[in-house]
T-cell receptor, first 112, second 114 residues
Framework: DAKTTQPTSMDCAEGRAANLPCNHSTISGNEYVYWYRQIHSQGPQYIIH???NNETNEMASLIITEDRKSSTLILPHATLRDTAVYYC?????????????FGQGTILTVHP | DAGVIQSPRHEVTEMGQEVTLRCKPI?????LFWYRQTMMRGLELLIY????????DSGMPEDRFSAKMPNASFSTLKIQPSEPRDSAVYFC????????????FGPGTRLTVL
């Protein structure tokens, strides 16, 4: 699986958009971009994933650049409960593959 | 659905003792994963199963670790004998064979080996 690079930490004011970047310059054509987050003392939680098109769900939006070498996770209106470690993962995780390789992630702190 | 269930939530044991961690995946999920998380190494995949069959155990650190999945609703991770460096949070996760990798994680077992 391709390696990802994320900033170690970021801050965001409550109610503002949080934009978390991720670089994955060695991503291959069949690899998806996944985002998970881990709130303190809990197991990781799936947020969203995408291949090449931008995606949106009830939690977040995922913007993938045209060359697919980087992406941004957007939390449109961050709340204090969004304080967590956010992991960007590249995986060819389709029906035949199960592996997710978690890096160090970005520690997002949302402050009042 | 209650989600992925793990037991015990906390385990404190002495070096050399056998430790068994348990996991009940979400009903209908075909994949089951065991992860370990430490401050030094982060979140590591130890082993995963598909339809109760171990598919990749390359993350199992050594022979002291073993995992089984006797049926679709139960899995164990055993450490024998345990060592202080095994202290970590162990997560179990499951997912359906849906075509993408949304894994559902349990609350974890915090293991302390004295």
């Amino acid at each position: 699986d391709a390696k990802t690079t994320q900033p170690t930490s970021m801050d965001c004011a409550e109610g503002r958009a949080a934009n978390l970047p991720c670089n994955h310059s060695t991503i291959s054509g069949n690899e998806y971009v996944y985002w998970y987050r881990q709130i303190h003392s809990q197991g990781p939680q799936y947020i969203i994933h995408g291949l090449k098109n931008n995606e949106t769900n009830e939690m977040a939006s995922l913007i993938i650049t045209e060359d697919r070498k980087s992406s941004t996770l957007i939390l449109p209106h961050a709340t204090l409960r969004d304080t967590a470690v956010y992991y960007c993962i590249v995986s060819d995780g389709g029906t035949s593959y199960g592996k997710l390789t978690f890096g160090q992630g970005t520690i997002l702190t949302v402050h009042p | 659905d209650a989600g992925v269930i793990q037991s015990p939530r906390h385990e404190v044991t002495e070096m050399g003792q056998e430790v068994t961690l348990r996991c009940k995946p979400i009903s209908g999920h075909d994949y089951l994963f065991w992860y370990r998380q430490t401050m030094m190494r982060g979140l590591e995949l130890l082993i995963y199963f598909n339809n109760n069959v171990p598919i990749d155990d390359s993350g199992m650190p050594e022979d002291r670790f073993s995992a089984k999945m006797p049926n679709a609703s139960f899995s164990t991770l055993k450490i024998q004998p345990s060592e202080p460096r095994d202290s970590a949070v162990y997560f179990c996760a499951s997912r359906p064979d849906s075509g993408y990798n949304e894994q559902f994680f349990g609350p974890g077992t915090r293991l302390t080996v004295l």
